[in-house]
């Protein structure tokens, strides 16, 4: 099977590089589609060239979801992962995620930071984290243990049915509320983490955790 790799980026200059060579360097059949979401630190012009990639530039920045969704128009594997552009998660992860996928256990994958125990990370994002999971577990009557992660595989016609309407960082929630109602099964795997700081450049805020939790309880009433 072809796996479709989306990298949303904005801003990435310093990592962006690194990012998609480690996605190149998996031995799974993958084409890689690239969001620029109109990056002004040179991130747009240092993806020009790079090579093997299908590079789609946003003319403004609408953010990480919109730029999910441009890239859904664009790919043409028979799975969708999505990678972000700086080195908090491992693409060598790819095989372990797409394992359930291919072999019919699963509808959708998910990457857990937390099933090998707590990460380091932020003490505030770790809270975020598991007050999200709880949430999602709660209202959809699943166990969710990392709701957020950005390690999400699909069946690429599944997530293309999703009529997704996220612009910002909600693609997490939206996409776990539309797949459990939906009846999809959800298997999570444990992966390896290595978070980074605001400080170097990690853009998710307290007010896009707000809105995730809202974007659940949302979606749980309505489709």
């Known amino acids: 099977m072809k796996l479709s790799v989306i ?20 031995r799974l059949e993958t084409e890689i589609v690239v ?23 946003h003319a403004c920045n609408m953010g990480k979801g919109m730029a999910i969704r441009t890239a859904l128009e664009q790919v043409t594997g028979d799975i969708v992962i999505i990678q972000d ?8 992860d790819f095989h372990a ?66 009529n997704l309407t996220c612009r910002r960082f909600e693609f997490c929630p939206e996409v776990t509320a539309k797949a459990l109602r939906s009846g999809f099964k959800i298997v999570e795997i444990p992966i390896r983490y290595t978070a980074r700081t605001v400080e170097h450049g990690k853009k ?13 309880i949302k979606y749980r009433f309505v489709k």
């Open 7 to 26: 990298i949303p980026a904005y801003n990435e200059l310093d990592t962006i590089e690194e990012s998609i060579a480690r996605v190149k360097r998996v």
């Open 35 to 57: 969001v620029d979401d109109c990056s002004t630190d040179g991130t747009r012009e240092l993806l020009q060239k790079i090579p093997d990639i299908k590079l789609v530039p």
């Open 85 to 92: 552009a700086d080195l908090e998660y491992d693409p060598e």
């Open 97 to 162: 995620m797409v394992e359930p996928i291919i072999s019919g256990k699963a509808d959708v994958v998910y990457g857990s930071r937390f099933l090998q125990g707590r990460p380091k990370m932020n003490p505030a994002n770790y809270l975020a984290n598991r007050i999200l999971a709880i949430s999602a577990s709660v209202l959809f009557g699943a166990r969710i243990t990392d709701e957020a992660t950005c390690y999400k595989a699909f069946r690429a016609d599944l997530i293309k049915g999703m």
């Open 204 to 216: 998710i805020s307290a007010w896009d955790g707000f809105v995730a939790l809202w974007t659940l």
